[in-house]
């Protein structure tokens, strides 16, 4: 007379768990809590073992309150974060009669945790020692590894509804999940869940008295069951013992009392190799009990047909009987025990089982309720073949009970709104499996508000007036008292507007300052009112996105390219309404200095083009994007440029550097290397030209780099005059040594530096080196030039740890030149600077074309503006510099430009020298002005033409 469990063979290790801290129903081993006052613990939150155990300041152990409880109180043991209380307890102070100490898991709330008491070590978890009148009930208790609950000295103790946690495999068939001691007298085991793997379920040592073991679940215990030994006026009644290897009910020594209504259970699929073919008998009772033991409406399920098993039903003063029939007939007992049948699991006999309405009421120590809580009930199906005054109780600890249909739509409708908002439960349409009348609903909606219960008819109405997520419980109970309840899903009660969304982000750095500047970490906040948030999903913007779990977050991303990505939070709340956090991530390369590596020299035919490959200039590595190359041509046979590009892609109408036969020219450029990392050299002349390829250094969106740092030149050396180290023309062949980092603004953990290098009153040809002071073959030629030429370049130098922040320049010429360096920018690790963003090479300025505004030569002393953010790809905003390529194609004057940025003093630097009919080129990193323009001055006494390449920006190191 037990409904179905609400799935199709859950077992009752579940239902008993839910059980457990659900404050199971009624019936003689319940007890109301005393009026006398509680006791409360909570390890969760704010606790004191010191302080009075109130709800505001409550115990943190239960051994706290175990020494304080006195007669009457009720101490709950509540576990919000499902935490289990470690700890062995010791419980040595006892109540009365009238005024009993209760101990008790609190009530489960819907996503809240049983409490679980777990022992330290091997000591048991819980322990009774000389009390009396007393009772713990609705608690989880942890594996002991030797007995779990111990009663010792003690009288008037109750255990009810506790859930035996299982043992790991490895640590299993030891320990007895409860012990009675011989002095102990009137304990009742009721409504507990023993799972596998305890060697026994319950055990009670010679000289025990008035033990009640009822209504008990025991599974697959290793040595015994339910064993009683030597204990007088014991009542073992309607205990459910799956025992497919030792004995499940066994009253041994000279034993007293009764064994009614329990069902033992070989239940064969859990037999394992350690007893394929069992021999201990289901039911055992010793020849000094035998005389004092009655035996009836007992269940000895020992499998029929091929589930039968070769092994004793029952063994009376030590003789084995293999059926009931055979007990009866030579013992008298066992007159209505039922056999020949298999039992396979715990749950609720099946409709029509011999199980149903056939137990003995009258048992002593049987309770009105099963191990679930539930009612004993009438199955109309089934003719009641029991005894007692109602004769409707079941065999074993589960009762079947009717099965109570509640249809999906009787469910709380609408389910979300926007509080307040009225819902309603239907309660017209629940059915039964036994044909029963439906006497009452009862809906508690979860907020705090009583539970509404009325007849079935009209529809229950509540209004939700706070927000909140509830969990509502309905409740339908037929006219016999069997009951169902269903939680359906949770009800959504919102704020007028839904969670605002909030996203930052910064590139991602190392502790001494490093950026990967394609690298982005994403901090989410957490929401307010976050109980209303649903979920959260974070898209970067290159097409790949991310769940994000409750709480704060830190994301972290690694972008495929350089490149500005919109990064999107789009929140979504419990009703369905969104909000957006967006942020713009400027993901782009950190430099990475490289010691001059000469990559190549190689001939170029007329209109030629020289690929380089990715592992020529060292760009092979994560996330290179682009190089910092240095080009000198030599041996040219007729006048052209050269044009440095991305290989794979349409040739760009720039020029990296002019050559003519007869001289040797330098420039440095750089130049995107994606996606296939090789680049190319074209020779637009009509002749063959050799160059010398070497790597400066490399830009990469996925390493740990630099940043720049564009500076107002600060000049380091002027041979002409005082400024620097050395005074007058530096001999050929002879070297000067220029302190960098450390001094003139720039730091002393600066990785590399951007010089402008000037030669002048040179007295033969020649050419300078670059070097870190302290390095062998790692210097960076400079500018060449003829005799009496200024001649110019802006040169990368890395500042090496042997360097001691020091730049070498060396005149290789044979005759003396004077020389002049400005230091116009660094690289260095700190996030502050600016990151690089590549571009394909893009002519933004060409005077005899109009292109970039301009169709006039640049006059001599004079200056032209040029906007060079907000287009080409370069951002509107927070651009810090722009990498740039200088080009007079046919001066007829000799004279230099200065590029540098609007708004500011221009500074008396040479970004690059030309001389009367012969073509110049110069790299120049420009900052940009306040208004993203840069001046370009013609320091010159004649109109030239100017050509300018754009290659790339700086732009400062935001996310945002």
Same mark, same amino acid.
């Given at each position: 007379?037990? /409904?179905?469990?609400?799935?199709?063979?859950?077992?009752?290790?579940?239902?008993?768990?839910?059980?457990?801290?659900?404050?199971?129903?009624?019936?003689?081993?319940?007890?109301?809590?005393?009026?006398?006052?509680?006791?409360?613990?909570?390890?969760?939150?704010?606790?004191?073992?010191?302080?009075?155990?109130?709800?505001?300041?409550?115990?943190?152990?239960?051994?706290?309150?175990?020494?304080?409880?006195?007669?009457?109180?009720?101490?709950?043991?509540?576990?919000?974060?499902?935490?289990?209380?470690?700890?062995?307890?010791?419980?040595?102070?006892?109540?009365?009669?009238?005024?009993?100490?209760?101990? !008790?898991?609190?009530?489960?709330?819907?996503?809240?945790?049983?409490? *679980?008491?777990?022992?330290?070590?091997?000591?048991?978890?819980?322990?009774?020692?000389?009390?009396?009148?007393?009772?713990?009930?609705?608690?989880?208790?942890?594996?002991?590894?030797?007995?779990?609950?111990?009663?010792?000295?003690?009288? #008037?103790?109750?255990?009810? /509804?506790?859930?035996?946690?299982?043992?790991?495999?490895?640590? #299993?068939?030891?320990?007895?999940?409860?012990?009675?001691?011989?002095?102990?007298?009137?304990?009742?085991?009721?409504?507990?869940?023993?799972?596998?793997?305890?060697?026994?379920?319950?055990?009670?040592?010679?000289?025990?008295?008035?033990?009640?073991?009822? !209504?008990?679940?025991?599974?697959?215990?290793?040595?015994?069951?339910?064993?009683?030994?030597?204990?007088?006026?014991?009542?073992?009644?309607?205990?459910?013992?799956?025992?497919?290897?030792?004995?499940?009910?066994?009253?041994?020594?000279?034993?007293? #009392?009764?064994?009614?209504?329990?069902?033992?259970?070989?239940?064969?699929?859990?037999?394992?190799?350690?007893?394929?073919?069992?021999?201990? =008998?289901?039911?055992?009772?010793?020849?000094?009990?035998?005389?004092?033991?009655?035996?009836? +409406?007992?269940?000895?399920?020992?499998? *029929?047909?091929?589930?039968?098993?070769? /092994?004793?039903?029952?063994?009376?003063?030590?003789?084995?009987?293999?059926?009931?029939?055979?007990?009866?007939?030579?013992?008298?007992?066992?007159?209505?025990?039922?056999?020949?049948?298999?039992?396979?699991?715990?749950?609720?006999?099946?409709?029509?089982?011999?199980?149903?309405?056939?137990?003995?009421?009258?048992?002593?120590?049987?309770? !009105?309720?099963?191990?679930?809580?539930?009612?004993?009930?009438?199955?109309?199906?089934?003719?009641?073949?029991?005894?007692? =005054?109602?004769?409707?109780?079941?065999?074993?600890?589960?009762?079947? &009970?009717?099965?109570?249909?509640?249809?999906?739509?009787?469910?709380?409708?609408?389910?979300?709104?926007?509080?307040?908002?009225?819902?309603?439960?239907?309660?017209?349409?629940?059915?039964?499996?036994?044909?029963?009348?439906?006497?009452?609903?009862?809906?508690?909606?979860?907020?705090?508000?009583?539970?509404?219960?009325?007849?079935?008819?009209?529809?229950?109405?509540?209004?939700?007036?706070?927000?909140?997520?509830?969990?509502?419980?309905?409740?339908?109970?037929?006219?016999? $008292?069997?009951?169902?309840?269903?939680?359906?899903?949770?009800?959504?009660?919102?704020?007028?507007?839904?969670?605002?969304?909030?996203?930052?982000?910064?590139?991602?750095?190392?502790?001494?300052?490093?950026?990967?500047?394609?690298?982005?970490?994403?901090?989410?906040?957490?929401?307010?009112?976050?109980?209303?948030?649903?979920?959260?999903?974070?898209?970067?913007?290159? #097409?790949?996105?991310?769940?994000?779990?409750?709480?704060?977050?830190?994301?972290?991303? &690694?972008?495929?390219?350089?490149?500005?990505?919109?990064?999107?939070?789009?929140?979504?709340?419990?009703?369905?309404?969104?909000?957006?956090?967006?942020?713009? %991530?400027?993901?782009?390369?950190?430099? @990475?200095?490289?010691?001059?590596?000469?990559?190549?020299?190689?001939?170029?035919?007329?209109?030629?083009?020289?690929?380089?490959?990715?592992?020529?200039?060292?760009?092979?590595?994560?996330?290179?994007?682009?190089?910092?190359?240095?080009?000198?041509?030599?041996?040219?046979?007729?006048?052209?440029?050269?044009?440095?590009?991305?290989?794979?892609?349409?040739?760009?109408?720039?020029?990296?550097?002019?050559?003519?036969?007869?001289?040797?020219?330098?420039?440095?450029?750089?130049?995107?290397?994606?996606?296939?990392?090789?680049?190319?050299?074209?020779?637009?002349?009509?002749?063959?030209?050799?160059?010398?390829?070497?790597?400066?250094?490399?830009?990469?969106?996925? &390493?740990?780099?630099?940043?720049?740092?564009?500076?107002?030149?600060?000049?380091?050396?002027?041979?002409?005059?005082?400024?620097?180290?050395?005074?007058?023309?530096?001999?050929?062949?002879?070297?000067?040594?220029?302190?960098?980092?450390?001094?003139?603004?720039?730091?002393?953990?600066?990785?590399?530096?951007? @010089?402008?290098?000037?030669?002048?009153?040179?007295?033969?040809?020649?050419?300078?080196?670059?070097?870190?002071?302290?390095?062998?073959?790692?210097?960076?030629?400079?500018? +060449?030039?003829?005799?009496?030429?200024?001649?110019?370049?802006?040169?990368?130098?890395?500042?090496?740890?042997?360097?001691?922040?020091?730049?070498?320049?060396?005149?290789?010429?044979?005759?003396?030149?004077?020389? %002049?360096?400005?230091?116009?920018?660094?690289?260095?690790?700190?996030?502050?600077?600016?990151?690089?963003?590549? %571009?394909?090479?893009? /002519?933004?300025?060409?005077?005899?074309?109009?292109?970039? $505004?301009? !169709?006039?030569?640049?006059?001599?002393?004079?200056?032209?503006?040029?906007?060079?953010?907000?287009?080409?790809?370069?951002?509107?905003?927070?651009?810090?510099?722009?990498? @740039?390529?200088?080009?007079?194609?046919? =001066?007829?004057?000799?004279?230099?430009?200065?590029?540098?940025?609007?708004?500011?003093?221009?500074?008396?630097?040479?970004?690059?020298?030309?001389?009367?009919?012969?073509?110049?080129?110069?790299?120049?990193?420009?900052?940009?002005?306040?208004?993203?323009?840069?001046?370009?001055?013609?320091?010159?006494?004649?109109?030239?033409?100017?050509?300018?390449?754009?290659?790339?920006?700086?732009?400062?190191?935001?996310?945002?």
């Amino acid at each position: 007379m037990r /409904r179905p469990r609400p799935a199709s063979g859950v077992s009752v290790a579940v239902l008993v768990v839910a059980g457990v801290v659900s404050g199971w129903g009624t019936g003689e081993a319940a007890a109301e809590p005393s009026p006398a006052g509680t006791l409360y613990v909570n390890h969760d939150g704010v606790c004191s073992d010191t302080a009075t155990g109130s709800a505001s300041m409550p115990f943190c152990t239960v051994q706290a309150a175990a020494n304080a409880v006195v007669p009457g109180q009720t101490v709950p043991l509540e576990s919000p974060d499902g935490l289990p209380y470690v700890e062995s307890v010791t419980l040595t102070r006892s109540g009365t009669e009238d005024a009993p100490i209760t101990f !008790t898991g609190a009530a489960l709330v819907p996503g809240g945790s049983p409490a *679980v008491l777990t022992p330290k070590g091997s000591a048991p978890a819980l322990t009774f020692e000389a009390v009396h009148d007393v009772r713990f009930q609705s608690l989880g208790i942890g594996y002991a590894g030797a007995d779990a609950v111990v009663v010792t000295g003690s009288t #008037g103790v109750t255990l009810d /509804r506790l859930s035996f946690r299982r043992p790991a495999p490895s640590t #299993g068939g030891t320990g007895t999940a409860v012990s009675v001691d011989g002095a102990s007298s009137d304990v009742t085991v009721s409504r507990n869940w023993v799972p596998d793997g305890y060697a026994y379920g319950v055990q009670a040592q010679p000289g025990a008295s008035r033990v009640t073991v009822t !209504t008990n679940v025991v599974t697959n215990p290793r040595r015994g069951g339910i064993v009683l030994t030597a204990t007088s006026g014991a009542a073992v009644t309607s205990n459910t013992v799956i025992a497919p290897c030792a004995t499940g009910i066994s009253l041994e020594g000279a034993s007293s #009392g009764t064994v009614e209504n329990n069902v033992v259970a070989s239940a064969a699929a859990k037999q394992t190799d350690t007893c394929p073919a069992p021999t201990a =008998p289901l039911y055992s009772v010793s020849a000094a009990s035998a005389d004092q033991v009655t035996g009836d +409406y007992n269940v000895a399920a020992n499998g *029929v047909g091929t589930f039968a098993r070769p /092994r004793p039903e029952y063994a009376w003063a030590g003789t084995p009987y293999t059926t009931s029939v055979a007990l009866h007939d030579a013992t008298g007992q066992g007159a209505h025990d039922i056999d020949g049948l298999n039992v396979p699991t715990t749950a609720a006999p099946p409709e029509h089982s011999a199980l149903v309405d056939s137990a003995d009421a009258d048992a002593p120590g049987e309770l !009105t309720t099963d191990i679930d809580g539930f009612p004993v009930v009438d199955d109309p199906l089934v003719d009641d073949t029991g005894s007692g =005054p109602t004769a409707h109780h079941d065999r074993g600890a589960v009762e079947r &009970q009717d099965s109570i249909t509640v249809p999906g739509d009787d469910m709380p409708s609408p389910s979300k709104g926007v509080a307040p908002f009225v819902t309603s439960v239907k309660t017209d349409d629940a059915t039964t499996s036994w044909g029963k009348s439906i006497a009452t609903y009862s809906v508690d909606f979860g907020d705090g508000s009583a539970p509404v219960t009325r007849a079935p008819g009209a529809p229950i109405t509540h209004t939700y007036t706070t927000p909140g997520v509830y969990a509502p419980a309905i409740t339908v109970t037929d006219a016999d $008292g069997s009951s169902r309840t269903v939680w359906p899903a949770a009800v959504d009660a919102g704020t007028a507007t839904p969670p605002a969304a909030s996203l930052s982000g910064a590139l991602v750095t190392t502790a001494d300052g490093q950026v990967d500047a394609g690298d982005a970490s994403f901090t989410v906040a957490q929401p307010a009112n976050a109980w209303e948030v649903a979920y959260r999903v974070l898209t970067f913007g290159d #097409g790949d996105h991310e769940n994000l779990a409750d709480g704060p977050q830190k994301i972290e991303h &690694q972008y495929p390219a350089a490149g500005s990505y919109t990064a999107t939070l789009t929140q979504t709340d419990l009703l369905g309404r969104t909000t957006t956090a967006k942020v713009t %991530v400027h993901a782009a390369d950190a430099f @990475l200095p490289v010691t001059a590596q000469h990559d190549a020299e190689r001939t170029i035919p007329a209109h030629g083009v020289l690929k380089l490959s990715a592992a020529t200039v060292h760009a092979d590595s994560d996330g290179a994007d682009a190089a910092r190359l240095q080009i000198v041509t030599s041996g040219a046979k007729a006048r052209g440029t050269l044009t440095l590009y991305t290989d794979g892609t349409t040739r760009p109408g720039t020029s990296t550097v002019g050559f003519e036969p007869g001289r040797t020219v330098s420039n440095e450029a750089t130049v995107k290397v994606t996606p296939t990392g090789a680049v190319d050299l074209y020779n637009g002349s009509s002749g063959p030209v050799t160059v010398n390829v070497a790597t400066l250094g490399l830009q990469s969106h996925a &390493q740990f780099g630099r940043t720049y740092h564009p500076a107002k030149p600060i000049r380091l050396l002027d041979t002409r005059g005082t400024t620097g180290s050395h005074t007058g023309a530096v001999t050929g062949g002879h070297s000067v040594t220029l302190t960098v980092s450390g001094a003139h603004g720039v730091p002393a953990d600066a990785n590399a530096v951007v @010089l402008n290098v000037v030669a002048t009153a040179t007295k033969g040809s020649g050419s300078l080196t670059a070097s870190p002071a302290g390095t062998v073959n790692s210097g960076v030629a400079g500018p +060449y030039w003829t005799t009496g030429q200024t001649a110019s370049a802006q040169i990368v130098v890395p500042l090496v740890p042997l360097s001691n922040g020091k730049v070498v320049l060396r005149n290789n010429s044979k005759s003396s030149a004077h020389l %002049v360096a400005d230091v116009v920018g660094w690289y260095g690790p700190t996030a502050s600077g600016a990151t690089f963003q590549p %571009v394909s090479p893009v /002519r933004i300025l060409n005077t005899r074309t109009g292109s970039g $505004g301009r !169709t006039a030569k640049l006059g001599a002393h004079a200056t032209l503006r040029l906007k060079v953010t907000g287009a080409h790809g370069v951002p509107a905003n927070a651009v810090s510099a722009v990498d @740039l390529n200088l080009t007079v194609p046919s =001066p007829t004057g000799s004279g230099y430009l200065v590029a540098y940025a609007d708004g500011t003093t221009r500074p008396d630097v040479h970004s690059a020298d030309y001389t009367s009919g012969h073509p110049a080129a110069g790299a120049a990193l420009v900052k940009v002005g306040t208004n993203g323009e840069i001046d370009l001055y013609n320091a010159g006494s004649t109109a030239v033409d100017v050509d300018i390449d754009l290659l790339g920006d700086y732009s400062l190191n935001t996310v945002g």
